[in-house]
């Protein structure tokens, strides 16, 4: 007998289905596709990678993804399992081949024993369903859409996300471009080649700027007017527009680097492209989320030194991304406040990225098991990763402008370092993480002992 319903596919929903099926509970996993197919998605498999291939840093001591990247470890996390499984050089951070990595999950999520998944879009919420977790994710479909405000009534909040391009690795010209991490930081690869750069002079560089600023954009329909852009996808033309020198210090920065056919020196400014499958034959150009129409996208990057000839594989975009206000609807354990039948998970609760949405189906799917088996619902503590990102989206402190937020060392209770108050910043710091990173290891056991066992 079917146990709990979880609606979407996605890295949440398939984090929560694991979860629970892991523990014997049978699951009912609902996508909508192909039945009904997103403005984003390509494909029909599960934990799709919609936007970048990358899950950011995988480096658990100086780093707070790091930090969450070993929390879902050391919970058991089928997420974190195909990306390690699966993953590409990316210097320190950990990329992976995204078809590669959504076959994996597909194949484990369809044949688990506990899971039945029903490809069918789910419209609203019957009232014989008891234990149901909503993980739609930011393309959560209209219909579903309709049906959460009317249970809520409270508005959702809607959000551009932009798409960066992908190039055909044999189509770029290395007679202009060259292989090297920044900095030659060593990746887990042990490599230090893990990015191709192709740098631009400081002509190239501002002619570039003003193409982006000039380029024909995407029109919009009119309910986009007024809908802002997420801070950590910008579209490169938008960050473009906020000043000639903003590309130059963000996605385009140049330093670190030295271009071995101009003497080893620093170009003025440079695109990174990073590794996009397991065979090396596809790119992707980091940071170059952008709406510009198809055909001026092909003629300002072709203008790239080293993409002159390059063949797409696919072109930038955009879609509207839909977050619930979390703060106001949402307890502590996820549950709706107005119907404490349904627990929301993955960045439809305003997370944002890749591990944050699969950190927050890894814990609707442990407390959802908690709750059929009439045990505290209780969130780990904010010395973690993964409840600090709790607290932060569930804290009922009035909040007027609630945001979509990435995992970040500001979220976690704070670390008393007045014993190394004397040393120097940067030591400092670097052993205040270190702090922080050990600390949210050894509470996040003591919660698992705790609230599983």
């Known amino acids: 007998m079917t146990q709990v319903k979880i609606i979407g596919g996605g890295l949440a929903g398939c984090e ?26 390509q494909t029909q498999g599960l934990a799709e990678l919609v936007c970048s291939n990358s899950f950011r840093s995988d480096d658990k001591l100086s780093n707070a993804v790091g930090i969450l990247h ?196 620093e170009p003025y400014a440079v695109i990174q492209l990073r590794q996009d499958d397991i065979s090396g034959q596809l790119y992707n150009m980091v940071g170059f989320q952008t709406k510009i129409k198809y055909g001026h996208q092909t003629d300002i990057f072709r203008k790239i030194p080293g993409l002159c000839d390059a063949r797409f594989a696919r072109l930038g975009g955009i879609h509207r991304n839909t977050y619930i206000n979390s703060p106001k609807l949402l307890s502590s354990d996820l549950s709706l406040i107005s119907d404490q039948r349904i627990k929301f998970a993955g960045q439809i609760t305003g997370v944002e990225g890749y591990v944050e949405s699969a950190s927050t189906g890894l814990l609707s799917g442990l407390l959802m098991y908690n709750k059929l088996k009439v045990r505290e619902q209780r969130p780990p503590p904010k010395t973690t990763a993964m409840g600090s990102l709790i607290s932060y989206i569930t804290r009922k402190d009035h909040v007027k402008d609630f945001q979509p937020m990435n995992i970040n060392f500001g979220l976690f209770e704070n670390m008393d370092i007045r014993d190394i108050r004397k040393k120097p910043k940067r030591i400092r710091d670097m052993e205040k993480k270190i702090r922080i990173s050990q600390r949210a290891e050894s509470d996040l056991n003591k919660w698992l002992n705790s609230s599983f066992v």
């Not at 290395?174 to 750069?197: C, E, H, T």
């Open 70 to 265: 070993e929390e879902l470890r050391i919970c058991g996390s089928l997420i974190m399992k195909a990306a390690d499984e699966h993953k590409v050089p990316a210097g320190s951070a950990l990329a992976v081949d995204r078809n590669l990595f959504s076959a994996r999950v597909t194949n484990c999520i369809r044949n688990h024993q506990n899971i039945n998944v029903i490809q069918k879009e789910v419209i609203n919420i019957p009232d014989d369903w008891e234990n149901i977790i909503i993980a739609t994710g930011p393309l959560t479909s209209e219909a579903l859409s309709e049906f959460i405000l009317k249970k809520s009534s409270d508005d959702s909040l809607f959000f551009f996300d932009a798409i960066a391009p992908i190039v055909y690795t044999d189509s770029i010209d290395m007679s202009a471009a060259w292989f090297q991490s920044r900095y030659n930081k060593v990746g887990p690869s042990g490599s230090l080649n893990d990015y191709i750069n192709c740098p631009l002079n400081e002509e190239q560089y501002h002619q570039f700027v003003d193409e982006l600023i000039e380029a024909d954009k995407a029109s919009f329909n009119e309910w986009e007017k007024d809908t802002p852009y997420f801070d950590s996808c910008l579209p490169i033309e938008v960050i473009a527009r906020s000043g000639p020198q903003t590309l130059r210090h963000g996605p385009m920065k140049p330093f670190g680097l030295n271009n071995p056919h101009k003497d080893g020196n």
């Open 16 to 41: 929560a289905a694991w979860q629970l099926a892991e523990r014997n509970i049978k699951v009912d996993l609902y996508e909508m596709r192909p039945e009904k197919c997103t403005p984003a998605h």
